[in-house]
């Protein structure tokens, strides 16, 4: 499958097989994949603690949260915990000097000096600053991406999992003070079909992007909309009456014993 197709067809996967084991290998892909993301500085700060359903506590697996579709920690196999380690931003000036002297930035190696004295400073500087919830939250986002398009690309299914209040779950876990667990995600084998009914409904292209100016809605060639659609990355929108998809989740529910979303 193309990564234009892949992008498609990656959607939040709620029903997921209780009896059916995801290899750890499988887990190492996705981490190994959120390890080479994109990260602020190249500072690594998320980082993932994973939850293993054969090899947790009970009472490690009954804090886990699943706010919407509260059935969700019932079906999976695995939860990650995606957290960021704030310590790592203490690191910002080192982590600045490997990508330069690994030839990333193109400072040159008669520059270092310069380098030490300029941007090295600044980073150490902005430590706290990059504390706060900003960039560093971006670089989680980048890397759980990155980490359920692997997933998907194993035959896996994924949903990320929100919280207003992670403090029991950080407790259960022995999360040190100065991480922050931004989102855990659900994994296991789909027992719903990956299309789920067709794209979730999403604000309209041109409501989100501008070109050069807030009021100016940047242009969407039909042209291109047509070429992502002929590629299966856009796809027929999911509807509110959608037979198959209802038969589908209810016979889920009735196998599997589960309440409709919402309850926890
Ligand atoms: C940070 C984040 C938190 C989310 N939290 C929840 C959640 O608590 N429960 C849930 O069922 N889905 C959750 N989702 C999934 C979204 O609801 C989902 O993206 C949305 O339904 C769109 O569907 P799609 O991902 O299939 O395109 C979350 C997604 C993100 C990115």
Redesign the pocket.
């Known amino acids: 499958m193309e990564l234009r197709e892949v992008i498609g067809n990656r959607?939040?996967i709620?029903y997921l097989d209780p009896d059916r084991p995801v290899e750890l290998e499988k887990i190492q892909c996705m981490l190994e994949a959120a390890r080479i993301a994109s990260h602020f500085g190249n500072n690594n700060a998320a980082q993932a603690l994973v939850v293993h359903r054969d090899t947790a506590t009970d009472e490690q697996w009954s804090c886990l949260p699943?706010?919407?579709?509260g059935f969700?920690m019932k079906m999976a196999n695995v939860v990650i915990l995606w957290y960021i380690h704030l310590d790592a931003m203490d690191e910002a000036g080192k982590r600045l000097r490997e990508l330069v002297h690994c030839g990333a930035l193109g400072y040159g190696p008669d520059r270092f000096e310069e380098l030490e004295k300029t941007l090295v400073p600044l980073f150490d500087e902005t430590a706290e600053f990059l504390k706060l919830p900003g960039m560093v939250d971006m670089d989680m986002g980048q890397a759980v991406a990155q980490a359920t398009l692997m997933a998907f690309e194993q035959g896996l299914g994924t949903?990320?999992?929100?919280s207003g209040d992670w403090s029991k779950v950080e407790k259960a876990f022995n999360i040190p003070e100065n991480c922050r667990i931004v989102?855990a995600q659900t994994v296991g084998y789909p027992l719903e079909d990956p299309a789920?009914g067709g794209q979730?409904p999403r604000l309209p292209f041109e409501k989100l992007f501008q070109l050069n100016a807030i009021d100016n809605p940047f242009p969407r060639s039909p042209e291109v909309v047509e070429e992502l659609a002929r590629d299966r990355m856009l796809q027929e929108p999911a509807t509110a009456d959608n037979a198959e998809r209802e038969a589908e989740i209810e016979a889920l529910r009735q196998k599997y014993n589960l309440p409709g979303a919402g309850m926890i």
């Open positions: 959607r939040s709620r699943s706010p919407v579709g969700q949903c990320c999992q929100g989102v789920t979730r």
